[in-house]
């Protein structure tokens, strides 16, 4: 079974900084994407970033030259680095894991627990 766990998540001031980390567990032969959706309270979940494992980016328009996905395909995690946060970026943070490989399932998809990132003063 495979699980994504989240960490990094808190309180900041407007024009702070935050980094996420996510790593996924279980018996792992490939993920072709992991990325990161956020939800507002009384919003939809939505798309920060993705990256797949050949490093292909891709960032929504609100988040971008202020955040930076990475990840490390060894280690099955994936990170975003969030700089120059505002007060519109607060919301519960969800990690993702698209096309993953096990052995018993060729291509599944799987979700964090959620980690709440706010942005306040």
């Known amino acids: 079974q495979v699980q994504l766990v989240e960490s990094g998540g808190g309180l900041v001031q407007p024009g702070g900084s935050l980094r996420l980390s996510c790593a996924a567990s279980?018996?792992?032969?490939?993920?072709?994407?992991m990325g990161w959706y956020r939800q507002a309270p009384g919003k939809q979940r939505e798309l920060v970033a993705t990256i797949t494992r050949g490093s292909n980016t891709n960032y929504a328009d609100s988040v971008k030259g202020r955040f930076t996905i990475s990840r490390d395909n060894a280690k099955n995690s994936v990170y975003l680095q969030m700089d120059s946060l505002k007060p519109e970026d607060t919301a519960v943070y969800y990690c993702?894991?698209?096309?993953?490989?096990?052995?018993?399932?060729?291509?599944?998809?799987?979700w964090g627990q959620g980690t709440q990132v706010t942005v306040s003063s």
């Open positions: 279980g018996t792992i032969f490939s993920i072709y994407a």
């Open positions: 993702n894991a698209q096309r993953v490989h096990t052995p018993t399932l060729l291509a599944g998809d799987y």
